[in-house]
Structures are given as C-alpha cells and as structure tokens.
C-alpha cells in the first residue's frame, strides 16, 4: 500500500482500535465471557469495513485490530473509525474501543514506510487510549483540548511534594550560565563521547529534566542507535526507567524530526503542542514526559550525535535552548580549546 502511494501518491489510511475493558471483563466474567466479545468485535469491525470497497480488516493480536483503507479519502477513513466506536459502545460486556487514525491524506509529514504510518496511528490510538475518548483521535489534525489536559493531568507523578526539582528556585534556565556550566565540566574530558554525556548530563540537571538519551549515527545509515542515558534522582530512587529510554534503535525514516537535528539542528517541543510531529508527541506520551530538548552534531566523517533532554512538569521550560544545546555539543566533538 505504501509502495503505491510513493508512486502514484494514491491515498492510505491506517485504523488501529483498541478494545476496552478486556482485561476487566476476563477477571470478572472469565475468559470466555472476552473471547465473546473479541469475537463480537471483530464481526463488528469486518461489517463495517465493508463499507469503504478495498478495506482490509485485521486482529494485531490480544485486543488489538486494525483496518487499512486504500482509494479512499482521509475523511472516509475518520467517518469508519468513528462509526466502529459508535457501535462498540452498544457490544454486550464492552466498554467501547480506543482508535486512532493516521492517513497520508493529513498532514502528518512524509510517510515513507508502512512503519511510519503505523507508528503515527498507534500514537493516536494512544492518545484515545490514555484520554479515555470514546471517539477516535486523528494524527494531524490536533488533539481535543480535554484530550490533551486529561494526558498531561495523567503523566505519572514523579515528585513527592518534599522533592520536587527546580533550576535553583528559579522558573528559566539562563542560556549564558548553562554554557558557563557545561564548559567547566568539558575540562579533562579526553574523548568526544564522553564530553557529549557530559553535556547531556549537566544540561539535564539544570533543566531538573527526568531523563536523557544520547545516540549515533553513522554516516552511511538510518539507524540511530542509543549509546548512553541517564534518569533524575527521583526516578533512579524510585527504580523507574522511562519507556522514552527502552528503544535502542531508531530508524530516522520514522522520526523527521530526529533526523533533520542528528544532522546538525536542534528543536523542541512540549506535550500537546498543535505542530508537533506525532511520532514525537508518541515519545512523550509513553514516556510520561512534559517537553524534549533536542539537538545534534555531525562529525568530520560524516557521523551524527542526537542529545534528547525529557522533562517533567516541574522541570524549567525548554523554549529557544536549542541553539544553545547545538552550540554545546559542536565545542563537544570539536574539543573545549576550541571554544
């Protein structure tokens, strides 16, 4: 379907449901009683799909389905998303369906690969997921404003009230003292890579950031493979590792964002925030992230450094760092004598 759609810029839509209360109703009602209304379902969703000629329905597996449309506009596949969650909510023992929608007909970016495109429709199934929507959630088109406060209001608490994080007492971090901050610990630091954790380190620190990754990749690739990350005090107490820290390896077709800073740019962004790229605003949502901080480096040969800084809600905003975080990890690579 991709393949067709990168050569005749055909129309492709991708529909991921998630069925609600299954867990529930095994416990309660025993197995049986969920595997009537999986059963259900999927004739639901079959019957449904039927009505845009060319659908495919399909069960990803446990509660999980999905439908992919073709030849059909972006708007067909919203109006099928949200005529499966009318009927859901009417299936005896069911608690409705979260769906997410994510169409080459929106504007979500450049959708290269059949991942990408799942990667944004599972994102927005997210979403629906976490804000409880009875109503499908569209990758692209914005989030609901209810939607979007029900997810930052459900980010779990990191902070007790005795141990919350804060740039010394103060509400901005200033861009003149995190460079003076940074540079005194690339003092003795004798290889690239670790003077680039040590930015990342110390950048999150002054931010009171939860987390940070750094990644690389290499010239002639599309990887982008974690090489190091770090978590707050809190959530290293608490035994906890954000879920924005458990992928090893990117592919950067899947993520423009990262792509275009890994080769020397930088961005930011916030929970919720309309222009976010969706599998960006994926990230933080699973990773229970407020913002990211985000920038990268190229080496001589040609090589890409990615430093992600993840903060919380108590962390000091991020808005117009990210000059500065690329300015950090270039004297990083280059050497602090270069400064």
């Not at 059963?39 to 060319?54: I, N, T, V």
């Not at 914005?142 to 740039?167: H, I, K, Q, W």
Request: proline share 5%; aromatic share 4%; with cysteine.
């Amino acid at each position: 379907a991709i393949a067709g759609h990168r050569r005749h810029g055909g129309v492709v839509s991708l529909i991921v449901c998630d069925v609600n209360g299954l867990k529930q109703l095994n416990d309660e009602q025993g197995h049986e009683a969920g595997d009537r209304l999986l059963m259900d379902f999927a004739r639901l969703l079959a019957e449904a799909s039927a009505e845009l000629p060319g659908s495919l329905a399909a069960r990803l597996g446990g509660d999980e389905f999905c439908v992919l449309v073709e030849e059909h506009d972006a708007d067909d596949a919203v109006r099928l998303a949200e005529e499966v969650c009318r009927r859901a909510l009417a299936l005896p023992g069911g608690q409705g369906v979260a769906c997410g929608v994510a169409s080459t007909g929106d504007p979500v970016g450049p959708v290269t690969t059949a991942q990408r495109l799942f990667r944004l429709a599972d994102a927005a199934q997210y979403r629906a997921k976490r804000a409880g929507a009875t109503m499908p959630v569209v990758a692209g088109r914005g989030a609901a404003p209810d939607v979007t406060v029900r997810l930052v209001e459900e980010e779990p608490s990191r902070y007790r009230s005795g141990d919350r994080r804060r740039f010394r007492g103060a509400a901005h971090v200033d861009p003149g003292q995190l460079l003076m901050s940074v540079l005194r610990e690339l003092e003795g630091a004798e290889d690239p890579g670790t003077r680039l954790e040590r930015v990342a380190q110390v950048t999150a620190r002054s931010l009171g950031a939860q987390a940070w990754r750094l990644s690389y990749v290499p010239s002639d690739g599309q990887l982008l493979h974690l090489v190091g990350y770090g978590t707050s005090t809190a959530a290293a107490d608490a035994g906890h590792l954000p879920a924005s820290l458990e992928q090893r390896a990117a592919n950067l077709d899947d993520y423009p964002a990262r792509a275009a800073a890994v080769r020397g740019g930088s961005y930011t962004a916030e929970l919720g925030a309309a222009d976010n790229d969706p599998t960006e605003e994926a990230v933080l949502v699973r990773g229970g992230h407020h913002g990211v901080l985000a920038a990268g480096v190229t080496e001589p040969d040609g090589g890409g450094w990615l430093v992600e800084v993840f903060t919380g809600q108590e962390s000091a905003p991020v808005h117009g760092l990210g000059p500065v975080l690329h300015a950090l990890l270039a004297v990083a690579v280059a050497g602090p004598d270069h400064a």
